[in-house]
């Protein structure tokens, strides 16, 4: 059975401060997502990343994927309190499987 | 274009009560699934349609659940009878064919049992 588990659950932020949330998997991996969720609301989709050494940036927020260290990490610049919001990682395998993180809730304090 | 459509959003019931969950995916998308998500967790699969087929339904509780898509675009979820511990969100998502499949997320119901 392949394990999502993502680190920190809980991050405190003060605005303006860089921080990263790791996702590691257990098992090979066709591919990466992060998705964030405001309180009460849906995922929305942030990134998809495909292949090893993958880099995605918007905004302030940057993703990356290692496959062979089974990692992936979503590193945060200068936060803004808009940030605010829980992240998930999503491990995609063949035959459309998803394996959901645990999720990480970020609060960023001005 | 349309995103995923669910209804209800909010649903409260008396537990042994039945309930139902509907979702209308993307249009074009033949993939469908059906996650629950309990508060302070990440959703998890119930089950997953590939068209009008259920391809993986191994987390999907058969005694009181069940599920359908009968012309492989919209689907209706079911509980039957609800018990307390059913109170959560159930998210409906969906993807095209392919290998690179990004899933979509529809707004979810929020399941209340009392």
């Known amino acids: 059975e392949l394990k999502v588990e993502q680190n920190p659950l809980f991050l405190s932020m003060q605005e303006g401060k860089n921080y990263t949330i790791y996702c590691n998997y257990s098992?090979?991996?066709?591919?990466l997502y992060w998705y964030r969720q405001d309180p009460g609301k849906s995922l929305e989709s942030l990134f998809v990343l495909l292949s090893n050494g993958a880099v995605k940036q918007e905004g302030r927020l940057m993703a990356s994927l290692d496959t062979k260290a089974r990692l992936s990490t979503l590193h945060i610049t200068a936060a803004v309190h808009d940030l605010s919001a829980t992240y998930f990682c999503?491990?995609?395998?063949?035959?459309?499987?998803?394996?959901f993180g645990t999720g990480t809730s970020l609060t960023v304090i001005p | 274009e349309a995103g995923v459509v669910q209804s209800p959003r909010y649903k409260i019931i008396e537990k042994k009560q039945p309930v139902a969950f509907w979702c209308n995916p993307i249009s074009g998308h033949n993939t469908l699934y059906w996650y629950l998500q309990n508060l302070g967790q990440g959703p998890e699969l119930l089950i997953r349609y590939e068209n009008e087929e259920a391809v993986d339904d191994s987390q999907l509780p058969k005694d009181r659940f069940s599920a359908e898509r009968l012309k492989g675009v919209d689907s209706t979820l079911k509980i039957q009878p609800a018990e307390l511990g059913d109170s959560a969100v159930y998210l409906c998502?969906?993807?095209?064919?392919?290998?690179?499949?990004?899933?979509?997320f529809g707004p979810g119901t929020r399941l209340t049992v009392l």
């Open positions: 098992t090979t991996s066709d591919r």
């Open positions: 998502a969906s993807s095209l064919d392919g290998q690179y499949n990004e899933q979509f």
């Open positions: 999503a491990v995609g395998r063949a035959g459309n499987q998803f394996y």
